[in-house]
Structure formats: structure tokens, C-alpha cells
RNA sequence: GCCGGAGUGGCGGAAUUGGUAGACGCAGGGGACUUAAAAUCCCCUUCCCUCAGGGGAGUACGGGUUCAAGUCCCGUCUCCGGUACCA
């Protein structure tokens, strides 16, 4: 997936970024190169993290853990990516030492944009460019260190996984979820292309492409679509029962945003048609008193009189070249035109005008509103921007009567007036029995609506799945199940056809084909590939069982697996990629082949990593850090540690190269430490009271992706132990092993020099005693009036009358009580006593 | 505007069910070692006042609850992320 970073354009070949100076600074007293390099050598000689099935695992002891797979793009690695990835592999190893089965793949999403792109300026296929930069990703993910089952991984590109991809695209269409239709996209002459929203600028002189900046107007297209919003209740339930941050379900609710209101007929009052309207608030149905069309509304041409004709259509050429952004954002003052034409009111017989303006969209709702101008904002403006009649259909309290001395809309709720027999009922009452009585009359009825549509599934491109679809001459075919893969073929040009079709029109052989149902008639392959969305749809499904050649994984093996317990990524996937994601498992769920209904029980953010100085990483700022020169300075120890340490993982934070060093020097010190020659001696107890409450930290922290201040406990742990002449093996043998999922090169060679064989994954976790995690001394805070006058250290068992007595004698204390009336004594045991003087 | 999140030293950040604010690290200061420097080790480091015992203030701001508030409640401001004529 693509990281919301400035991605490097058109130029595949790998650039080193400059060198922050100080990373040459870099002294090291360990042989970090040595040490990293011989143990992903050990890693992966012998296959140290793959993993297999194996049913004696009970359920609750098998983990899914998933990190977003990256798109190679040529810019390789950047250091947003090693922060999750470092997360979830300490997590890995941390649950393997608890004796868990734990499933931790990694792929690439290889299918994009900026392969095709540069294949357009330099002719280099997108396979070649796309596969060299996966051996850089892969290269560079490998130098981190993270315990991935390599056996595991997919590439979206590959003819044996897009296989599946076009299969689960044929089963939606099989059950009618994937359909062609004609919807306004931005196409750009000049490109000789349809771009998709994100590729298109607002900009002062009109929309224009990203690329190039040629103007873009929306035609209609024929284009397949998925019709996720079948989905739409579904993917709203769905989000209840997962444990996500609450954001990203709010963002997610938001994007679908279901209404609920009801529909409602208005017949034109020459009787030209009626004009169907959407409404939350079928209540102010008597304030309505105007009504607007979108102004590419079908209807628009039959109702509009001669006399308003030439505005009309001056005003749909306008609305035409506006972007969606311009319409809505940038627009602040409202326009639009009477029609001429006259509608009436169901509930009064009002006649009421219809105008058209471009603040009402088409694709929303029925493309139509009545206008209540006294209780919507919108509605409001217009209505002073155009004179037109303003009638108050809700009371609130303390409000004017007269609408003339209204300066704004009243949207909320109250007891409706002016609306002959309702009036006097509530907002609520009114739209349950105005519902009722529109059902009765045939005027309406209840009515649903989302804000999300059926998704854009083609794209005019050659580097993505091609469709599995033919035209014949009674309609669509699909391929058979049984004959995909559909391969890319290989073509002269990247460059699109010009036509709005994809580079592969022009490959004759390939388009031209008998129909696959047999019937001996030529047809012709339908050209539009897939978006980049559809690989990662369903990639973890794939990691299950990559090598399978006859489904896309075996029903044992996502039993044994899903659902994905932990899913780490960027915040910029939250609505796209995961609601997609979420809408094919549901359909897979629907279909029989997956277990669950949803796919990922628990998401984490990473938060970003920002550049020195917290303002934002970026080629042209020249403080892009690339992960390679920091392995290469510091070592990957210390760069995952670093990047852990740094603050919450969720969090965004600023890069510190004196931090990084920091960390360095922490575990050069574990190091060095390591050296000293080791003691069978019993340790002083007050350090075995702290390894077991550092054993306790680590834990739990670790296990909460706490991994800042389970570090920190570490930092603590070998200060004290640093102080010491001995080295005691009862403390550091178990140190080793909790460090070892932080730091897991410098875990096994210190786990092998105190002559154990490797891999030091393998161990089991330590345990701690929780009486030795309680100090036996403690420090007890005496306060008078809420206020620290004293400390006293007393046994950490000392009760409260006791402490109380304690308190009571003390000099200091008796400084701020004397004379005073003691009026209240709190006593916390191990904690404080608190006098309350007057 | 709406939705979500966050405001703690010079900086990144700690702080259990309300119970010692500032753990750990960075930066800064002092000292040790060294011919010297680097590296390393030790100590100090929220701010203000101080008779050197301490005292006062302090977790964006203003209120409140409480013996006790960074933590809970009400209001305000700022910043970040998302979204925006969605009827």
C-alpha cells in the first residue's frame, strides 16, 4: 500500500538521500555489522520463524499478526515503514517466548501508478521496474531484522495471485455486485485519459490533472462498479464489535453516513411530473416553500419554460466545468436560476417555484430537495440570496416570530406550528405520523440514505488486473473460473489509447476472442484493468496458503488463522483500503469461503514519524532519513529501538538523531556490560527485586505495545546493574531474554555467549514473582492540608494507625499543625497521610 | 462548521482505580580519567525566592467537585488529523 509520503516520480533508480553529518559520528564499541549480518544469516538458513499448521496449537494459543504490505515504490524503504513493522515483530517474538503459534507475513502490493508511469516516459516494462524494487524493499526489510515467514510472501502482480483476484471479481459479478454504468469521471483530453478524484487539482484557472496540469472535465463514462453500497448497513454494524480506534470507526461511519428521512412526491403543478425529494425532515414539510434541482437533473429540461431556457442551460454549462470541490468547499455564495416552473406542496396545495443550483448534487438523495429555508442553513442563504419566501414550521424557545428578523436557519428540534392539523407535535411524533400519512396517500414513504456510492472499479490502465469479462454480442461472458489466470499480455505502448481506453485496446490479438460461452461468436475482451485498491483487498487470505493452485486458500487453513487478531498501519488507509477490505470479506463470508464477517478484529495506527524539528519529512526540506544509512551507522538494534522508544507508537513524533544515539549508547552499554566476567553468585537482593519488577514492566508493556516505557524499564535495569563489580548470570540470563524481542540480533549472540544454543526466540519468556516486584521499604508522603511537608521512609507493611502515630510525632509536621485544630486524617498504607488542619 | 484526538521542563515523553508531577532519553552544566581531545564514568538540571533549614508557584486558560485533581465535571482557547452545501 502506499504510504502518504512524496513518493518519488519517474525515476526508478535508487538514490542514495544525503547523510545527516552525524551519523558518521557514529563509535560503536560492539560489532554491530558482524553480529546483525550473522544472525539474519542463522534467520534465515534455518527457516528460524516459519511457521505451519500444526493442530496440537489450541486456538487460543495462535495468533494472525498483519502489518500492511508496502507498494515498492523507487524511493524503497522510507522510515514510516520500519516503526509499525518494528512493533508488530517485537510483538511476534514476545508471543512466540509465551508459547504462542504466531503467523507473520509480509508481501508487496505491486500493482500502481508510478511504474506505469515511468514505463510511459522510458518505455521499461512495469514488471521490471516493479520487481527491482521489491528486491530493494525486500532487501531492506531483511536488514531490520523482523522475523517474517518468508515461505509466506506474495506479490499482488503475479499471475498466480491476480488469479485470485479476478476469481473473487467473478463471483461478485455472479452475484451482481460488479455491473458497467455510465457516471461522470474526469476525463483529460490531454493525457488522452480517465483520472481518478485524487488525480484531479482544484485549481484558481478549474480542475486540472496532478500530472501536467492540463484541464479535466467530467464526462460520462461507461465504467464497472461495485455495489458496496448493498454493503452499506453491514459495513456500518460491522464496526460495533472492533477493537479500532474510535477515529477511524468515526471516519468510516462517516464515509458510509447513512440518513434516515423519507421520500416525498411533489407533482408539478402543470402536470409536466413530479419531482421526488429526499428528507431527514419530513416534519417542516409545511415550510417548504421552494425547490431545487441539481442542475444535471433529468428533469430539468422538460420543466423549464421557454422564457428561462437560455439561463438554464447558461447555468449547466457553468456547473459543468466545476470540480466537486468547487461546488462545495470553495463556493460561499449561492447561485442558481428559476426554471420557471411550479411545483405543489402535498401537505398545503401550495404552488412553490423549482430552481436549479449546483449546491444540490445529483448524486445524492433523488438530485432534488425541498427547500425549508427557516430550519436549513442552506436553504436559508439562498432564499435571502433570491428573495424567496421564508415560513418558521418549528418553535424553539425564545426565538423571534417573525421571520423577517432572521439571521440564520434554526435546525434543530421542537414542537412544530404553522402546520395545520400537526401542529403542536414534536419533531418526532411529526415524522413518525407525517410518514404514515404520506404512505397513506401514495406521496412517499420512510427512506434510507448513505453518502457512500458503488465504488469505481476501472481504470483506463495497463498495470493492474485485467477484467475476466468479454463482450459478445448478447452481453457480457465471463471467463471461466477454470481459465484464469487472464494474463497481461505484453504491449508496444503504456501510453492510453486516447479513446478513454486502457493501452491493452490496442492490442488486437489479445481483445479479439471467441466468447466464452461457447457459442463460436467473436467478442471482444473487455480493456479496463483493475484499481490498486483490489490486490490488498484480500492479500492476508493469500498468505495463508500462497503456494495453493486450486482456491485462493484452503478453508482449514483460514480456520486454523483468521480472523487477523492485530493489524498495523498508517492512518491513511482508514476509509479506503479497510472499508474495501471489509466489504470483499463480507462477500467472501456471504460466499462460504471465509470463517468470519469481518477480517481484522483489532487496528493500530503507527503514528507518523515526522522530520528533525517536527515539521514534515520531505525530499524537498532535505530531511528525509533513509533506514539504510541508519542500519549502516548504528545498526538495526538500535534503529528499532530507537524508533520504539522515541513516544507511543500511535503518536506522531519528531526523528532526533541525538536520540537515536542515544539508544545507541544504551546498548552499547548492554554490551559492554555483557563482557564482564560472570558471577553464580546469589545477587543482592534489592537487584533481584528489580529484575523481577523490570520482568513485570516489560511484560506487560510489551504486551499493551507499551514499548516506550517498557524500554525505559530496561534503561533502568542496566544503570543499576552497571554500577556493580559482578555481572550476576541469575540477572542477566533473564535480561537477555526480554531484551531479545527489542533487540534481536544483540539478544542472540548474547544469549549464545553465555553458551546457549541458539535461537534465544525459542526460550521461553521469563517469569516474575510478584512478591519481589513490591518494594519492602517505601517511602510514605506526610501531608498537612493536601500539601508535602515530609517524607518518611517506613515498612512497606506499616499500617494506618501506625503511619497516623507516625505522622502525628513528626517535627516538621508539627511545624504547620501547631496551633491548629486537627480536624481529619486520611491514611493511604504505602502511600501518604494527609492531616487536615483548621 | 461538524467528527475524532491532543495540550505536562529547553526538547521527545513518564505518571495504577484521583494519592510523592517531571521516570527514561536528548540537550545543557559540573567533575573524574587523559599530555590533550574523543570515547567512557559519576553528579546536577521545572521555574521563582532563599537566612541554604527551606518557602512559593506550576501539567493550555477560567471555574467546580474532593482531605487530595495532570487524572473527574462545566465552560473557553490553541494545535493536529479527518470531513464538509450529503438535503
Redesign the pocket.
Known amino acids: 500500500m502506499q504510504l502518504t509520503v512524496p513518493a518519488r516520480r519517474g525515476n526508478a533508480r535508487s538514490c542514495r538521500l544525503q547523510r545527516p553529518s552525524l551519523l558518521l559520528h557514529a ?1 560503536s ?1 560492539y560489532p554491530v555489522g558482524d553480529i546483525e549480518t550473522k544472525w539474519q544469516n542463522y534467520w534465515e538458513t534455518n527457516k528460524t520463524f516459519k511457521v505451519t499448521e500444526d493442530p496440537a496449537v489450541p486456538p487460543e494459543k495462535r495468533r494472525y499478526i498483519l502489518d500492511m504490505f508496502p507498494y515498492p515504490s523507487a524511493a524503497g524503504l522510507h522510515v514510516g515503514h520500519p516503526e509499525g513493522y518494528t512493533a508488530t515483530d517485537i510483538y511476534c517474538r514476545f508471543l512466540r517466548m509465551r508459547g504462542y503459534a504466531v503467523l507473520h507475513p509480509m508481501g508487496f502490493d505491486s500493482f500502481g501508478l508510478a511504474a506505469e508511469t515511468y514505463a510511459i516516459q522510458t518505455g521499461t516494462h512495469p514488471r521490471t521496474t516493479t520487481e527491482a524494487n521489491i528486491n530493494t524493499f525486500r532487501r531492506q526489510i531483511k536488514s531490520l531484522g523482523f522475523s517474517y515467514d518468508w515461505d509466506r510472501e506474495v506479490s499482488t502482480h503475479k499471475a498466480d495471485y491476480y488469479r485470485w483476484t479476478q476469481w473473487i471479481f467473478l463471483k461478485l459479478y455472479e452475484r451482481g455486485l460488479a455491473y458497467v454504468a455510465k457516471v461522470p469521471v474526469w476525463y483529460c483530453e490531454a493525457l488522452g485519459t480517465v483520472l481518478a478524484n485524487e488525480e484531479v487539482l482544484a485549481t484558481p484557472e478549474g480542475p486540472r490533472s496532478e500530472r501536467g496540469n492540463h484541464p479535466v472535465e467530467r464526462r460520462p463514462l461507461r465504467q464497472w462498479m461495485l455495489k458496496i453500497t448493498a454493503y452499506a448497513d453491514r459495513l456500518l454494524d460491522g464496526l460495533e464489535g472492533l477493537d479500532w ?3 477511524i470507526k ?2 468510516q461511519r ?2 458510509i ?1 447513512r ?1 434516515e ?1 423519507a421520500n416525498v412526491r411533489f407533482a408539478m403543478s402543470d402536470g409536466s411530473g413530479d419531482i421526488e ?5 419530513p416534519d417542516t414539510l409545511f415550510g417548504a416553500t421552494y425547490m431545487v434541482l ?1 442542475p444535471e437533473h433529468p428533469l430539468v429540461g422538460k420543466i423549464t419554460t421557454a422564457h428561462q431556457r437560455a439561463q438554464v442551460d447558461a447555468y449547466i454549462e457553468r456547473a459543468k466545468l466545476k470540480s ?1 470541490l468547487e ?3 470553495l ?1 460561499k ?3 442558481g436560476v428559476f426554471t420557471g416552473g411550479y411545483a405543489v406542496n402535498p401537505v398545503n396545495g401550495e404552488k412553490i417555484p423549482v430552481w436549479i443550483s ?5 448524486s ?4 432534488a ?1 425541498m427547500a425549508v429555508p427557516a430550519h ?1 442553513q ?1 436553504d436559508f ?1 439562498f432564499a435571502r440570496q433570491f428573495d424567496l419566501k421564508i415560513v418558521r414550521v418549528v418553535a424553539h424557545d425564545g426565538e423571534p416570530d417573525d421571520e423577517s428578523d432572521m439571521t440564520e436557519a434554526t435546525p434543530g428540534e421542537g414542537v412544530a406550528v404553522n402546520s395545520g392539523r400537526f401542529s403542536g407535535l414534536t419533531t418526532l411524533e411529526f415524522k413518525k405520523q407525517i410518514v404514515e400519512w404520506l404512505e397513506e396517500k401514495g406521496l412517499g414513504s420512510k427512506a434510507v ?1 448513505y ?1 457512500l456510492r458503488d465504488w469505481i472499479f476501472s481504470r483506463q490502465r495497463y498495470w493492474g488486473e485485467p477484467i475476466p469479462i468479454v463482450h459478445c454480442e448478447e452481453g457480457f461472458v465471463p471467463i471461466s473460473a477454470d481459465d484464469l489466470p487472464l494474463r497481461l499480455p505484453e504491449v508496444e505502448s503504456y501510453t492510453p489509447a486516447g479513446t478513454g481506453e486502457s493501452p491493452l485496446a490496442a492490442v488486437e490479438d489479445w481483445v479479439g476472442v471467441d466468447c466464452p460461452d461457447g457459442s463460436g461468436q467473436r467478442g471482444m475482451r473487455e480493456t479496463n484493468t483493475m484499481p490498486q485498491w483490489a490486490g490488498s483487498c484480500w492479500y492476508f487470505l493469500r498468505y495463508l496458503d500462497p503456494q495453493n493452485d486450486k482456491e485462493l486458500a484452503s478453508r482449514e487453513k483460514i480456520d486454523y488463522w483468521m480472523p487477523v487478531d492485530l493489524y498495523v498501519g498508517g ?2 488507509h ?2 479506503l483500503h479497510l472499508l474495501y477490505a471489509r466489504f470483499w470479506h463480507k462477500v467472501l463470508f456471504d460466499l462460504g469461503v471465509v470463517n468470519t464477517d469481518e477480517p481484522f478484529m483489532r487496528l493500530v495506527n503507527q503514528g507518523m514519524i515526522l522530520g528533525e524539528g ?1 515539521v514534515k519529512m520531505s525530499k524537498s526540506l532535505g530531511n528525509v532519513i533513509n533506514p539504510d544509512d541508519i542500519v549502516d551507522s548504528f545498526g538495526a538494534d538500535s534503529m528499532r529501538m530507537y524508533e520504539m ?4 507508537l500511535e ?4 526523528w ?1 538523531t ?2 537515536l ?3 545507541h ?2 546498548l ?2 548492554v554490551y559492554r556490560l555483557s563482557q564482564r566476567p560472570l558471577s553464580d553468585d546469589a545477587p543482592p537482593d534489592n537487584l533481584v527485586r528489580l529484575l523481577h519488577k523490570t520482568i513485570k514492566k516489560v511484560t506487560e508493556d510489551t504486551d499493551t505495545l ?1 514499548f ?2 517498557a ?2 524499564q530496561m ?2 535495569f542496566v ?1 543499576e546493574l ?2 556493580e563489580e559482578e555481572l550476576y548470570r541469575a540477572l542477566w540470563e533473564p535480561f537477555v531474554l526480554i531484551i531479545s524481542p527489542y533487540a534481536p540480533h544483540l539478544g542472540e549472540e548474547l544469549w549464545e555467549q553465555l553458551g546457549h544454543e541458539p535461537s534465544v526466540s525459542k526460550v521461553t519468556w521469563p517469569a516474575y514473582d510478584e512478591t519481589l516486584t513490591r518494594d519492602e521499604i ?2 510514605v ?1 506526610l ?1 498537612v ?5 515530609n ?1 518518611i521512609e517506613v515498612s512497606a507493611d506499616t499500617p494506618a494507625d501506625e503511619l497516623e502515630r507516625l505522622a502525628l510525632g513528626n517535627d516538621r509536621v508539627q511545624q504547620w499543625t501547631l496551633d491548629k485544630e486537627i480536624v ?1 486524617c ?1 491514611t ?1 498504607p504505602g ?2 497521610v ?1 492531616l ?1 488542619v483548621r
Open positions: 563509535m564499541k480506534p474510535e477515529s468515526a471516519m462517516n464515509w453516513g440518513s428521512g425529494v429526499f428528507t431527514t425532515r441539481a466537486d461546488r462545495t468547499e463556493a455564495d449561492k447561485t449546483d449546491y444540490i448534487l445529483l445524492y438523495g433523488t438530485g430537495i436549513d442552506r442563504e440514505n453518502k492512518a491513511e482508514a476509509v517536527g522508544f522515541m513516544g507511543p503518536i506522531a513524533k519528531p532526533s541525538n536520540g544515539a542515544g539508544v549508547r544504551f552499547d552499554r507499551a516506550n516505557t524500554i525505559a534503561m533502568i544503570n552497571f554500577k517505601v517511602t508522603v501531608q492540608n493536601g500539601k508535602v511537608r517524607r481529619k486520611i493511604v502511600k501518604l494527609n487536615v
